[in-house]
């Protein structure tokens, strides 16, 4: 059974800094891509960021490039998001994704962590 | 970028109700198009992928149509545990955009 779990969530103050972990488990987490996707309160999905395989290929929203980095430890089978320079419109529920293909660029998320909420406010 | 734009962004029904969710991308994506349901408190769920395949487990009243820029999602007979909000999403190109989504009420 795949299983994706998010740690690292919690209050921050507006320009701080937090680091995101999704611990995978009953997949071979090398490989698939993998994303993460955000929720503000009561909104839509928004897309974060994405990292191939390798991490070789890295992208992200516009909304979060130049303040997140997203890599992952394969050895480990975790998939990372740093966050720097935060800001109150950055709070929301992060939940890590996993593609549907493997080995794909393309392709759906077929299976979603349980998400954790990072909120920034002073 | 590539939009998507979901409509209607909400729907009252009854139970048995046959509803249509529509999704249109703002250039063509070929058949790079998901279907999420997601209930208050959850994670979304993959219902289809592809456009129109429904993914393992899904009850097969979910069906999905279109390729291109217009697509669908089509519940035969809904039933009460369909009451949720569901997200269209283009996979194609980055950023991976989704539909601003469709609530499903019950009327």
């Known amino acids: 059974e795949v299983q994706l779990l998010e740690s690292g969530g919690g209050l921050v103050q507006p320009g701080g800094s937090l680091r995101l972990s999704c611990a995978a488990s009953?997949?071979?987490?090398?490989?698939?891509?993998m994303n993460w996707v955000r929720q503000a309160p009561g909104k839509g999905l928004e897309w974060v960021s994405g990292i191939s395989t390798t991490g070789a290929m890295i992208h992200y929203a516009d909304s979060v490039k130049g303040r997140f980095t997203i890599s992952r430890d394969n050895s480990k089978s975790t998939l990372y998001l740093q966050m720097n320079s935060l800001r109150a419109d950055d709070t929301a529920i992060y939940y890590c994704?996993?593609?549907?293909?493997?080995?794909?660029?393309?392709?759906?998320?077929?299976?979603w962590g349980q998400g954790t909420l990072v909120t920034v406010s002073s | 970028d590539i939009q998507m734009t979901q409509s209607p962004s909400s729907v009252s029904a009854s139970v048995g109700d046959r509803v249509t969710i529509t999704c249109r991308a703002s250039?063509?994506?070929?058949?790079?198009l998901g279907w999420y349901q997601q209930k208050p408190g959850r994670a979304p769920k993959l219902l289809i992928y592809?456009?129109?395949s429904l993914q393992s487990g899904v009850p097969s009243r979910f069906s999905g149509s279109g390729s291109g820029t217009e697509f669908t999602l089509t519940i035969s007979s809904l039933q009460p545990e369909d009451f949720a909000t569901y997200f269209c999403q283009q996979a194609t190109s980055f950023p991976h955009t989704f539909g601003g989504g469709t609530k499903v009420e019950i009327k």
């Open positions: 994704a996993k593609k549907r293909l493997q080995y794909n660029w393309n392709g759906e998320f077929d299976d």
């Open positions: 009953g997949f071979t987490f090398s490989s698939y891509a």
């Open positions: 592809a456009a129109s």
């Open positions: 250039q063509d994506i070929s058949n790079w």
